[in-house]
């Protein structure tokens, strides 16, 4: 399942690694009258993917890293959903990253736990 990011090919997430998620955005009027009820109108359903990676070496991360990290607002990504037939493509920004740093008995330094969030623009 390749992810790309802005047209070129990332390391590709784990089993199980891509979670979506629709976020649904409200109006600015929207808020709680005085009886408690909730007023207002949804304007949009954004969609959010997260993104979580298998242990990566130092190179797979500065990949992700370069793309996900840097002072670009937007990206273009594009991934295959899970059987593979339907490939999806969103203008996103991305949230922020994580890893947990592992070293392996070969003196190869691996990274594991990468994950990122790609917001729908």
């Not at 009258?33 to 007023?39: D, E, H, I, Q, R």
Request: proline letters at 4%; a positive charge; glycine letters at 4%.
């Amino acid at each position: 399942m390749p992810l790309y990011i802005d047209n070129i090919q990332m390391p590709e997430p784990a089993l199980k690694g891509i979670t979506r998620q629709s976020n649904k955005v409200w109006d600015a009027s929207t808020g709680r009258s005085v009886s408690a009820l909730l007023n207002g109108s949804i304007v949009e359903v954004k969609k959010k993917a997260t993104f979580k990676f298998p242990p990566l070496t130092k190179s797979e991360l500065d990949k992700l890293e370069g793309a996900v990290s840097d002072k670009t607002a937007f990206h273009n990504i594009k991934y295959t959903d899970t059987d593979g037939s339907v490939v999806l493509s969103m203008t996103v920004y991305f949230g922020d990253s994580s890893h947990t740093v592992y070293s392996s008995a070969k003196k190869q330094r691996y990274f594991t736990d990468y994950t990122f969030d790609a917001i729908e623009r």
